[in-house]
């Protein structure tokens, strides 16, 4: 064991030697959280405690690899091996796998992603709507998702378009032997509260619980730990949840702060540990941050500090508008790196949406100054990467229609899309796949002998692979590969595209996740589906997670993609009413949260802070005056620093001041020769 518990402080190691009953660990921002949570699972299996029955629930599959990484350093590797860290949508999937037949659906179930979900939603829009009825598909899947997250059911009376896509929605996909992300939780909450023997084995397996996050969790994700957690004896659960209620800020996505606040109601007579020492900032900047905090009347009080002495205070620049508030930036950040000898990546703006981007944007190319922007397209959103893991699900589960109208033109094979939506209307009316209602004699007495030998071939060619990859001892991974090669989607795929290097790059994508199964084949034995399964669970919370580790340069990055990174110099823009709080908040009665966000923006900052408002922006197409944000005066004036931009630029710099700067410069050039 290489695990020192001496290096811990002391609320850190009271919580991670609290091995019995329930425990609330509140850890503020840089408490070191993740720490604290690999050290007491070392503890644990230290203490005897086997390694199969500890289950640690995170929400990033990037948390859950780093939390398994760190605990391989600190105990045998295979011993860690058997823990099981895991995602909470991972863990659905697991515990579906195993049981979900005793809910109507069949094991080999597909996991619909965004862009399925979409495909299913405007196709059952179209079929239902009345002429003149509109809904957009966007917002139909997001009220069917929030409903989920509630535990509501699909309506029955079908009266509204939204309750009657909802329901029909639920059937369609039931039908198609398919789940979406939603159903994942809802099922396994279904499963766990009807089936008590289903219930009591998993129970029985994992007699230790740990939570990652918690603050982020929903209603259903909480019954789910209530159901794991419990136990047949009756004795208290070993259930231990780490969180920060000042950090919960995904109230939007159906994450409920009450959750935590209300941890003693769900778990009674808990042990509660406060982590206040902060490693990662200034005192200047955690006292602003515990100034502003404190505002929010339902919160778990406590206050951050550090060793890291008082720091420089935190400055609130006014600029005259937008444009010159990126400049303003663009150009200091320039400055900066050369006289503190710095690195464009110690650098970060923070902002609310993602339109405050584009001018800083502009003035960082106008620089030359390297930037990384958090979004971009994922590597899953790529046509070739969903066509080729479409064809693999197909090859598993011919009844998935989204995967099947995905490929069964991709390349064109002689079944015209008239035809394509001919079996579609029969399947619906026959209510079966669109799979089967391509086989339906109905369907062949309508088509042309050309068509019908079409549909003929393509059917004979999904069931030869069905029938092959279900095979004992199969090879799957050269199977798969075969099942791509052989389909003619290579010879497509070139020539639907303008150039040979586009080309290139979408077939590399093709053997990007044909090599990624060879990968997944070495470590785990759950084959192809698994390997579905993983791709699909990797889209989890993937907006959080998207291009935060790839490129150099100064990180541009919205206040919540920015929860759980740090960086030394941080400029916080836009302050202002409408913007952070955001306009939506008054209406919504959502002020805390955004004061929350605001909270985790001035804490991601390490050594020094620069929070900016502007009197004028360009927003809605035009010049709006703006108010500053009725935060800034919930900060401590005295660890605030006022700058007005417009008069320190009017202002004559100093000759001593221009002497530095050149000295720094030269010492720079000096250290590069």
């Known amino acids: 064991m290489s695990f020192r518990l001496f290096d811990l402080n002391d609320p850190q190691r009271h919580a991670a030697t609290t091995l019995e009953g329930p425990l609330l660990i509140l850890a503020g921002a840089g408490t070191g959280k993740t720490r604290v949570i690999t050290v007491r699972i070392a503890y644990m299996l230290a203490q005897g405690v086997a390694p199969e029955s500890i289950l640690a629930l995170t929400f990033t599959n990037k948390a859950a690899t780093e939390m398994r990484e760190r605990l391989a350093g600190m105990v045998d590797k295979e011993v860690a091996k058997r823990v099981t860290m895991s995602t909470f949508h991972s863990l659905c999937v697991r515990i579906l796998r195993t049981d979900i037949e005793k809910l109507g659906y069949k094991k080999n179930f597909t996991i619909y992603d965004e862009g399925d979900q979409n495909g299913l939603i405007k196709k059952i829009i179209t079929k239902t709507a009345a002429i003149g009825e509109k809904l957009e598909p966007n917002l139909a899947k997001s009220l069917i998702s929030k409903a989920k997250n509630n535990g509501w059911n699909a309506p029955q009376d079908e009266k509204t378009l939204i309750g009657s896509v909802f329901a029909r929605y639920q059937v369609e ?19 766990l509260s009807e089936h008590p023997d289903v219930r009591q084995r998993w129970q029985r397996r ?46 939007w996505r159906g994450a409920e702060v009450s959750n935590i606040l209300e941890f003693e109601q769900h778990f009674p007579n808990p042990t509660v540990i406060k982590l206040e020492q902060n490693y990662r900032s200034t005192n200047a900047i955690l006292n602003t941050a515990n100034a502003l905090i404190k505002n929010n009347p339902r919160r778990r009080p406590k206050k951050l500090w550090s060793g890291k002495g008082e720091g420089d205070k935190i400055r609130l620049v006014q600029a005259p508008n937008d444009r010159e508030e990126a400049e303003f930036i663009a150009n200091e950040i320039q400055r900066r790196k050369v006289e503190e000898v710095l690195e464009f990546e110690h650098f970060a703006v923070l902002f609310r949406m993602n339109a405050q981007s584009r001018l800083l944007e502009e003035a960082f190319r106008e620089r030359q100054i390297p930037y990384k922007i958090v979004g971009g397209k994922s590597f899953f959103d790529r046509r070739e990467v969903k066509d080729v893991l479409a064809y693999a699900a197909c090859a598993l589960n011919a009844d998935d229609d989204v995967s099947l109208l995905r490929i069964i033109n991709t390349p064109p094979r002689g079944i015209s899309a ?10 619906i009316r026959h209510k079966c796949s669109l799979f089967q209602g391509l086989q339906l004699p109905e369907l062949q007495r309508t088509v042309t002998p050309k068509a019908a030998a079409a549909i003929a071939a393509f059917v004979s060619q999904m069931d030869h692979w069905e029938t092959k990859l279900n095979e004992p001892l199969v090879d799957q991974v050269a199977l798969f590969r075969s099942l791509i090669a052989e389909s003619g989607y290579y010879e497509d795929l070139r020539r639907s595209c303008k150039t040979p290097d586009e080309a290139h790059k979408r077939e590399s994508g093709v053997r990007d996740v044909i090599e990624g199964f060879g990968r997944f084949s070495e470590n785990s034995t759950d084959g192809l589906r698994g390997y579905l399964d993983s791709m699909a669970l990797r889209q989890e919370k993937e907006e959080d997670e998207k291009d935060k580790e790839q490129g150099s340069g100064v990180m541009l990055i919205t206040l919540h993609a920015s929860k759980g990174l740090e960086f030394p110099h941080c400029y916080l823009v836009g302050l202002e009413e409408g913007i ?48 500053p944000s009725s935060f800034i005066k919930e900060l401590d004036p005295a660890l605030l620093e006022r700058i007005d931009l417009q008069k320190m630029l009017s202002a004559p710099v100093e000759a001593p001041v221009v002497k530095s700067r050149f000295a720094a410069m030269r010492a720079a050039v000096e250290r590069v020769k």
């Open 418 to 427: 008239a035809v394509v939506e001919r079996a579609l209307d029969l399947s």
């Open 173 to 191: 996909l039931k039908a198609l032997n398919a789940v979406d992300f939603d159903d994942l939780l809802l099922l396994t909450v279904k499963l």
């Open 580 to 627: 952070l709080p955001h306009d939506r908040s008054k209406v919504e009665g959502t002020l805390d949260e955004e004061r929350r966000l605001l909270y985790v923006g001035i804490t991601r900052a390490q050594k020094t802070l620069t929070m900016t408002y502007c009197f004028n922006r360009f927003r809605f197409g035009g010049v709006v005056p703006c108010n």
């Open 206 to 251: 994992y007699r230790y619980l740990m939570v990652d996050e918690f603050q982020d969790t929903n209603r259903l994700q909480l019954e789910m730990v209530g159901y794991l957690a419990k136990n047949e004896e009756g004795s208290p659960p070993n259930v231990a949840v780490v969180g920060d209620d000042d950090q919960s800020i995904y109230g």
